[in-house]
DNA sequence: CGGTATCCTTCTCGATACTG
DNA sequence: CAGTATCGAGAAGGATACCG
């Protein structure tokens, strides 16, 4: 079958591996986290406090998932006991205006949503 | 310690709602589901053909969360047998600028983000 | 055609306990 | 302080069968 390109003006579509990058770094920690080192850098129980009520083992997964797209950037400070300190890179200050974006239409939108939504739940 | 409102001038944050909004609408199969739409009103079967390899089960659930949060509407016809069409809303299309910028986003770092990962992988 | 209902497996996530 | 290890409950998601 030879398709003549008539696709070629189409949109780009999302591969597995966009999708796969989106789902690390857009999932509900990491988008907190990264909200967070935006303002400053900060150390492993900060952030635990900073963000509500995230467990240990969530938060660092979601810092390890940050660490290692190159997202924020893990500094060992070897004293005793030993500090820690997170800090966004600058691959990961281009999220924060993606961020700023996705923030941005959630809210302009939420008033529309919210009246979509009781239609839908009385209709039903 | 009194925090003399230092903070007043700092982005937006992500509450709840916004949080759980992005949910519904981003996650795999809505995000796929809203491009087919956007390039054209298709059918159940129309849809499930073009997203691969998608279960019923899972193309229904997110056509439903789509439906309520207003992004798609869900059309009858009631011939025998029944035909439905899925066409995309008004506000599902500003969502469509949104995903635009999320593609933009990984095709530009997509290099940078494998080669970090590429140095935290070896670096275990 | 356009779904629902059910079962079953997989994965996520919190709670808890322990460590260098 | 900054984690790792382990367990169990619950949710997500596929496979299958059936319905108007």
Redo the contacts with the bound molecule.
Sequence with gaps: MQETGLAASERPRITAPHRELLDQVL??WSLQVLEELCEQPQ????LRRAIP??????L??A??RLERNGMVE?VVTSTR??????RITPLGTTLQELLDALLCWTTVNMADVERARERYDDEV
Tied chains: 1, 2.
Excluded: C, G, H, I
Excluded at 43 to 46: A, K, L, P, T
Excluded at 53 to 58: C, P, Y
Excluded at 81 to 86: C, D, H, K, S
């Design positions: 999932d509900k150390r492993f129980n900060e009520v995230v467990t240990q083992k969530s660092t997964a810092l390890r893990r006991p030993l500090a820690v300190q997170y």
